[in-house]
């Protein structure tokens, strides 16, 4: 059977790399079948980070510092209280510069700003809730992102490159047979894209089973009745989505005929 010449694309490819992405390998000129592995897996979050910003201006720049202390050390005994998860807080270096803003047209000082930017994750959403219930949030204390993740990340990462690597070389074989060839030897394997040189541009690739949406979320839900409402305001509730990984590893196998 004559060599395969073309480059033959698996069922089982599904994304493609960014086209942004560094080429990290090349097309070799003998006949050879390139491949995609995929391996994805949906989990539930099991840490809630929150992050906040607590700011202050003052013309007299020691004042607004002291409030900015007087505040972190109050955030920090909530995270303490909820039991942050350990070595997550992190609390940045003070930020001190001008403030200005603008009237009739030309930019006047109002004083200094001080700002200081706190983090911390949680093991529950109940205890990220129970801090932003006593935090009393206003212009000087303000939560700036929540984001839910899961704490064994690196670890299931490398476990998908494992699952999307195997996924290739079943693929290159199955297509070898498929076409009356064999697979000789892996010429190259990657988590980048290779260079394409078949008119088909990175980026291109049919993307399967997706709508277009993400399944990393965390949202905030409820409510504060109208003014004229005697009626108390409606608890706050949150809610975490879950979180879907996916790791893509790219390989060159070198073929020849079956014969």
Do not use: C
Request: without cysteine; hydrophobic residues 40%; aromatic residues 6%.
């Amino acid at each position: 059977m004559k060599l395969l010449s073309a480059l033959l694309w698996s069922s089982l490819l599904a994304t493609m790399a960014p086209s942004a992405w560094a080429q990290a390998n090349t097309i070799p000129s003998q006949p050879h079948l390139l491949v995609k592995g995929q391996g994805t897996r949906t989990v539930m979050p099991d840490r809630f980070g929150l992050q906040l910003n607590i700011e202050e201006t003052d013309m007299d720049a020691d004042a607004a510092r002291r409030r900015v202390q007087d505040n972190v050390a109050r955030v920090l005994a909530l995270f303490k209280q909820n039991k942050a998860v350990e070595g997550s807080v992190r609390a940045d270096n003070l930020r001190i510069g001008p403030a200005t803003r603008y009237e009739q047209n030309r930019q006047v000082f109002i004083g200094t700003r001080v700002s200081r930017q706190l983090r911390a994750s949680f093991a529950s959403v109940k205890a990220m809730q129970d801090v932003l219930g006593a935090l009393k949030a206003n212009e000087n204390v303000q939560v700036s992102s929540m984001a839910p993740t899961y704490s064994g990340e690196v670890g299931l990462r490398r476990e998908l490159k494992g699952e999307a690597a195997a996924r290739t070389r079943e693929s290159a074989q199955g297509l070898a047979k498929a076409y009356g060839t064999q697979v000789r030897s892996l010429y190259s394997i990657s988590d980048v894209a290779p260079d394409f040189a078949y008119g088909i541009q990175a980026g291109q690739w049919p993307q399967s089973g997706e709508d277009g949406g993400s399944l990393d979320r965390i949202s905030v839900t409820g409510g504060y009745p109208a003014k004229a409402a005697p009626a108390p305001a409606a608890p706050e509730s949150i809610e975490a989505g879950p979180i879907t990984y996916t790791e893509n590893v790219y390989a060159i196998f070198l073929i020849s005929d079956g014969t």
